[in-house]
């Protein structure tokens, strides 16, 4: 019933931006702490940011601080991630998803998943 559908992630020069975006059906997001996660090939998929639900608060991997925003627009049950300053590095398929609680930082804490969109960054 729930669903989670990430879009936005295409090819992009380094230091150029994106916004993915991750809409939200069977939920509203404004109810739960949203995050971000992203896998790049043949690594574990890991932690990038997380906005709480009454978006007061946030945390940032520290490889995406000063660089990645997230936010939510509740009128469209839609949280976002913006991407500036994107480096190869960033290359990734990008999953939103809600936590359950615990910590913000695993990934084993957060129980609904989109199926991904990817990111691509070139040299």
């Known amino acids: 019933q729930v669903q989670l559908v990430e879009s936005g992630g295409g090819l992009v020069q380094a230091g150029g931006s994106l916004r993915l975006s991750c809409a939200a059906s069977g939920r509203t997001v404004s109810t739960y702490d949203m995050g971000w996660f992203r896998q790049a090939p043949g690594k574990e998929r890991e932690f990038v940011t997380v906005?709480?639900?009454?978006?007061?608060?946030?945390y940032y991997a520290d490889s995406v601080k000063g660089r990645f925003t997230i936010s939510r627009d509740d009128a469209k049950n839609t949280v976002y991630l913006q991407m500036n300053s994107l480096k190869p590095e960033d290359t990734a398929v990008y999953y939103c998803?809600?936590?359950?609680?615990?910590?913000?930082?695993?990934?084993?804490?957060?129980?609904?998943w989109g199926q991904g969109t990817q990111v691509t960054v070139s040299s």
């Open positions: 998803a809600s936590h359950r609680g615990g910590d913000y930082f695993s990934r084993y804490n957060y129980d609904t």
């Open positions: 906005l709480n639900r009454r978006a007061d608060n946030t």
